[in-house]
Nanobody, 115 residues
Framework: QVQLVEFGGGLVQAGGSLKLSCRGS????????MGWYRQAPGKQRELVAP???????NYADSVQGRFTVLREDTSNRLHLQMNSLKPEDTGIYYC?????????WGQGTQVTVSS
């Protein structure tokens, strides 16, 4: 079975930084386009930081210039370096394939940015 586990979230002040990580099992990251999604309170989950098998990124406008997605395919891990955080970045962050496989969502990791 496929399992995705996200970790590294927490409470940070606006302007701060945080690094999220995702570890997968039962899935080979190197064979999939991957990405980070987030779900703000009361809103639908959205893709913010995709990265292709070849390493091409296509950040959402809302995070471009501030977030960096990193592949670590040899260990089946995906990371998200978040800098210059804003309160609107608050939400639950998830990793998944791109497009998302609706059957393998993990629990996500909570990011809260205070002002």
């Amino acid at each position: 079975q496929v399992q995705l586990v996200e970790f590294g979230g927490g409470l940070v002040q606006a302007g701060g930084s945080l690094k999220l990580s995702c570890r997968g099992s039962g899935i080979i990251f190197s064979l999939n386009d991957m990405g980070w999604y987030r779900q703000a309170p009361g809103k639908q989950r959205e893709l913010v930081a995709p990265i292709t098998i070849g390493g091409t990124t296509n950040y959402a406008d809302s995070v471009q210039g501030r977030f960096t997605v990193l592949r670590e395919d040899t260990s089946n891990r995906l990371h998200l370096q978040m800098n210059s955080l804003k309160p609107e970045d608050t939400g639950i962050y998830y990793c998944n394939t791109v497009p998302a496989d609706e059957h393998i969502w993990g629990q996500g990791t909570q990011v809260t940015v205070s002002s």
